[in-house]
Each structure stands twice: as structure tokens, then as C-alpha cells.
């Protein structure tokens, strides 16, 4: 904490918004200290908010959590000149994604990049279903599947793969974040739990189907592409026994109870609304 005050910043910007980010903005002494008024936590009785500039919980007139982040700039009198992220790979990536998109013979804009994992288990569909719904994808629309994820997600992987007679290409683990970018960017959309590779998808400009449990997806929905997310009917009866902590989107597992049907009809509706060539266009 010293070696942070030794530094003299002009200017902290307290976007976790905590009461340890909030401990720490009042240690730093930078004359211009901004943080969220009021805060996403109520602060308690001995705590006070540090920041000197107040910026609103969600900034520019928008309700999605990208825009509490953004918040801190509408304080500040920065103009927004992108609503939007966009992420694009770089060239080399692109051209490491299509030289093993082309191992498999596999085209752009020829298969669905699936991804199955998530932070917790509650907000992993299961693996059965995405294997279920895999099958008829790939029956109505001809597109390969392609599967992503990271290391720690291949048993997942497995029994997808285990689970359908469908052939498969099994990626998880396999790809660093820079190439996975790469390879959404070329996929003709993207399925998957609510997760930083849907964002990833969305951010290249992909079409997204997200799907959701108790998560609002009003305010964590993907951003910057055609999407459509899912959730099942609410209220939710529980079905993750003590996995789930009910109040808590983050630890809840509202998403098991999602069928196979409503993703299959998202995934054909947003393949007919967005056609090859219109997504080369824009």
C-alpha cells in the first residue's frame, strides 16, 4: 500500500466498486478519485465512498453492464464515439485459425463454434442436451460443429463427442485466446453458456446464441452482433439442489432447465436472419 501512495497518481478510477476497491481509492490520495454513486453494494455504516467525482451506475442511458463500466467516462465528460466492442484478430492469428480450420477441411463461415463450459457448473448446460441439440443443428442447417473451450473443460468435451453420431471437431483445449478469436471470427455463429467466449464471439462481429439461467441477459447478453439469448420460463423451480445459491445469477442453475427445443428454433432463426453474404458486407 506505501509503494502504491510512492507513486502519486493524478487519477483513480474504481470500476470494482468494493469495499477493499474503495479502501484502496482513499489510501491512494489521487486528487481525482472516480467511483459509483450510488454503489452496486450499499455501503455499510463505518464505510464512505472515497471517489470525489460520482458517476451514475450505468452511463450514456443504457442498462448493459458494458455501460457501467463505460460510466466512469460519462463522469468525466469523455464523449462515447463507440456504443459497441469489436474485437478483431490479428492477421497472423487469422491465418493460424484458417490453416487448421483447413486440417479438417473445414470452410469459414461452414460450421458453429460450440462452447459448453462455464465458471461454475450451474451455468453449463448439459452436455447431453448440447449433444442432443448438436445433432439436429447439424441435420437442418449441413454446418459442421466445431467445439472450443478451454483445458479444463474437455471432459465436458468428451461427452458431447461421446454423445452424438454427429462428427465432431474437438478443439477444446487446444487453441490459445488470440487464435479462439481468430476462429470465432470465421464461424458461421456461435452457441454457447453465458461465458468470455460467447462475449469473444460477439465482439467479432459473429451471431450469438446465448444461453442463460438467472442471469439477466438484458444487462449480460452479448453486445455487437446478431444474437438471441435464452432463458427458461422464471420463476425458477430450483433443480441444483445445495449447487445452488438461488439469489446469486452467478452461482445458480436456472440454465438446466432450458430444453433442446427453443435452442434448436434460436439457432435456424438467427442462421435465416443472417445471411452469408450480408455478414461479409457489414
Given at each position: 500500500m506505501l509503494k502504491l501512495r510512492r507513486y502519486r497518481f493524478d487519477m483513480i478510477i474504481d470500476i470494482s466498486d468494493s469495499k477493499t476497491s474503495r479502501f484502496i481509492s482513499g489510501l491512494?490520495?489521487?486528487?481525482?478519485?472516480?467511483?459509483?454513486?450510488?454503489?452496486?453494494?450499499?455501503?455499510?455504516?463505518?464505510?464512505?465512498?472515497?471517489?470525489?467525482?460520482?458517476?451514475?451506475?450505468?452511463?450514456?442511458?443504457?442498462?448493459?453492464?458494458?455501460?457501467?463500466?463505460?460510466?466512469?467516462?460519462?463522469?468525466?465528460?469523455?464523449?462515447?464515439?463507440?456504443?459497441?466492442p469489436a474485437i478483431q484478430p490479428l492477421p497472423l492469428e487469422t491465418t493460424r485459425a484458417l490453416a487448421l480450420l483447413d486440417t479438417f477441411h473445414l470452410r469459414p463461415n461452414a460450421y458453429v463454434a460450440v462452447h459448453a463450459g462455464a465458471s461454475f457448473p450451474g451455468r453449463r448446460w448439459q452436455p447431453e442436451r448440447f449433444a442432443a441439440a448438436i445433432e439436429r443443428i447439424a441435420d437442418d442447417s449441413g454446418l459442421a460443429i466445431v467445439l472450443v473451450g478451454g483445458p479444463d473443460e474437455k471432459d465436458t468435451a468428451e461427452q458431447i463427442?461421446?454423445?452424438?453420431?454427429?462428427?465432431?471437431?474437438?478443439?477444446?483445449?487446444?487453441?490459445?485466446?488470440e487464435t479462439l478469436q481468430a476462429l470465432l471470427k470465421e464461424a458461421r455463429l456461435f452457441l454457447g453458456n453465458e461465458s468470455g467466449p460467447m462475449h469473444m464471439a460477439a465482439a467479432a462481429g459473429t451471431p450469438v446464441v446465448g444461453l442463460f439461467g438467472l442471469t439477466n441477459p438484458v444487462r449480460?447478453?452479448?453486445?455487437?452482433?446478431?444474437s438471441i439469448s435464452l432463458q427458461p420460463p422464471m420463476p425458477c423451480d430450483?433443480?441444483?439442489?445445495?449447487?445452488?445459491?438461488?439469489?446469486?445469477?452467478?452461482?445458480?442453475?436456472?440454465?438446466?432447465?432450458?430444453?433442446?427445443?427453443?435452442?434448436v428454433q434460436a439457432v435456424g432463426e438467427l442462421l435465416s436472419r443472417t445471411p452469408v453474404a450480408v455478414r461479409q458486407a457489414s
Open positions: 491512494v490520495s489521487a486528487p481525482i478519485r472516480v467511483g459509483y454513486h450510488p454503489p452496486e453494494r450499499p455501503l455499510r455504516w463505518f464505510e464512505r465512498q472515497r471517489a470525489n467525482v460520482k458517476a451514475k451506475p450505468f452511463g450514456y442511458g443504457e442498462q448493459h453492464f458494458l455501460y457501467r463500466y463505460l460510466s466512469p467516462l460519462e463522469a468525466l465528460g469523455v464523449d462515447l464515439r463507440v456504443r459497441v463427442v461421446g454423445g452424438t453420431k454427429t462428427p465432431i471437431v474437438n478443439l477444446v483445449g487446444a487453441l490459445s485466446l449480460w447478453g452479448p453486445v455487437g452482433a446478431p430450483c433443480v441444483g439442489g445445495d449447487l445452488c445459491r438461488r439469489k446469486d445469477p452467478s452461482r445458480s442453475c436456472c440454465v438446466w432447465r432450458l430444453e433442446v427445443d427453443p435452442v
